[in-house]
């Protein structure tokens, strides 16, 4: 295991994006990164973990779980020390917020 020293924020960063590549909406075959439904995501110097996120709708059925399943996936992050998950609906999500590989899986592109 690295020493906490060495784990600089960037390497945390990436350890977060990879986690958030696991999650997925279930009614949805692509990862909530890919999706779009990530909008911001910050490590700190304290190696505490801010994430702002969206629902493909308010009335999502998952408004309750996914949130969590974000918290909870970056919490067992060794390095990080804290997590807050801030759900937003502003800006509304489009599909345009996608990546290019998530258009193409759902035949937007």
């Not at 909008?39 to 309750?64: F, G, I, Q, W």
């Amino acid at each position: 295991m690295e020493d906490k020293q060495q784990v600089t924020t960037e390497d945390l960063e990436k350890q977060v994006i990879e986690v958030l590549k696991t999650i997925y909406d279930p009614e949805i075959p692509i990862n909530i990164y890919e999706l779009g439904l990530i909008y911001e995501v910050k490590v700190h110097e304290d190696r505490s973990v801010y994430v702002k996120m969206t629902l493909t709708a308010p009335n999502c059925p998952v408004a309750d779980i996914l949130p969590q399943q974000v918290e909870w996936g970056i919490a067992s992050i060794p390095d990080v020390s804290d997590v807050r998950v801030e759900l937003t609906f502003d800006p509304p999500f489009t599909i345009e917020m996608m990546s290019d590989e998530a258009k193409l899986t759902l035949g937007f592109m």
